[in-house]
């Protein structure tokens, strides 16, 4: 099975979803070939001065602050019932295009290895509240992953892979995916759009059904 996974690192339902159909797909013993595209959510992050997390969520939803405090503590207790300890509220929301860069780098020459980095990247930034902005901790971060220093130096300081992750996105807003996260299952001819976040078991009950064929054909 091939799995598409449509993100973006400002995104904490991005982590936890990939952390949930992480665990259904070993739940059943699943052989999966993971895909990472590209959706960034906030392209003006990196023209702006470096806001937190409760600002931007008061700015965006247009409620008060107090109100951003309260939506931002769900999205953490979700993630700490999962077992993710992520620090939301404490996260500066800075640009992830150089994460996503770096990502689909690793994604065309390191297929193997990009999981890892994903997750790397998220830990970084939910976990940490480091700036993924900064190359430096991308780096440090590449190459933990087993990526030449010189080869993520290379890609992190000039524009590799610019229009690549802007061609993810244009394509997944062709096709009516507007939000993050997104997961595209593919088996044969078979393929099935989820968009969002679901619980492990219905995870893998839509994974059950896509194997003996019960579920219904959604071309992406």
């Known amino acids: 099975m091939r799995i598409i996974y449509l ?58 602050k107090e109100d951003a405090e309260t939506k931002i503590a769900e ?64 780096k440090e971060i590449a190459i933990s992953c087993g990526i030449e220093e010189s080869e993520a130096t290379k890609i992190l ?7 690549e992750i802007e061609l993810d996105k244009e394509e997944a807003l062709t096709h009516g995916i507007t939000a993050t996260p997104c997961f595209i299952l593919i088996l044969k001819e078979d393929k099935l759009i989820i968009p969002g976040v679901f619980s492990t078991e219905e995870f893998e009950t839509a994974l059950k059904d896509m194997i003996s064929g019960e579920i219904e054909n959604k071309t992406f």
């Open 75 to 138: 999205i953490e207790k979700i993630a700490h019932d999962d077992g993710l300890n992520i620090n939301f509220k404490d996260m500066l929301l800075v640009s992830s295009k150089e994460a996503l860069r770096l990502t689909k780098f690793a994604q065309n020459k390191y297929p193997e290895i990009t999981l890892e980095l994903v997750e790397k990247i998220f830990e970084s930034n939910l976990f940490k509240n480091e700036n993924i902005y900064k190359i430096e901790i991308l």
């Open 157 to 163: 300081e000039n524009n590799y892979y610019n229009i």
């Open 7 to 64: 993100m973006d690192y400002n995104c904490p339902y991005s982590y936890i979803g990939l952390k949930r159909l992480q665990k259904a797909v070993a739940n059943l013993d699943l052989d999966v070939e993971w895909e990472m595209r590209s959706f960034e959510l906030e392209p003006f992050a990196g023209k702006r001065p470096t806001i937190s997390t409760t600002e931007r969520y008061s700015e965006k939803y247009e409620i008060s």
